[in-house]
Nanobody
Framework: QVQLVESGGGLVQAGGSLRLSCAAS????????MAWFRQAPGKDREFVAR???????NYAESVKGRFTISRDNAKNTLYLQMNSLKPEDTAVYYC???????WGQGTQVTVSS
């Protein structure tokens, strides 16, 4: 069993920054890949970024160069640093243990123009 709790969302102006956190508990955090997804109103949930246990990262093209995913295995925490935010980044952001059905409750990010 894995529990995931996201935090750090909020309202920010275009061009601003936010850092999301995902606190994990339960099964060993540092043995698997973790990811961030997002879902905008009326749209399907989409992949944002992934990090594996050795720190290798992958990003959606839409966020490459602006977002940075990282993890602190000692704290069992996943992060998403989001810079140069755009209105189209507005969505509920979810963390996920890659390849599983373990999801957090989500945190709302709203970017105003």
């Amino acid at each position: 069993q894995v529990q995931l709790v996201e935090s750090g969302g909020g309202l920010v102006q275009a061009g601003g920054s936010l850092r999301l956190s995902c606190a994990a508990s339960g099964r060993t955090f540092n043995s698997g890949a973790m990811a961030w997804f997002r879902q905008a109103p009326g749209k399907d949930r989409e992949f944002v970024a992934r990090i594996n246990s050795s720190g290798t990262t992958n990003y959606a093209e839409s966020v490459k160069g602006r977002f940075t995913i990282s993890r602190d295995n000692a704290k069992n925490t996943l992060y998403l640093q989001m810079n140069s935010l755009k209105p189209e980044d507005t969505a509920v952001y979810y963390c996920n243990r890659w390849g599983t059905s373990y999801w957090g409750q989500g945190t709302q990010v709203t970017v105003s123009s």
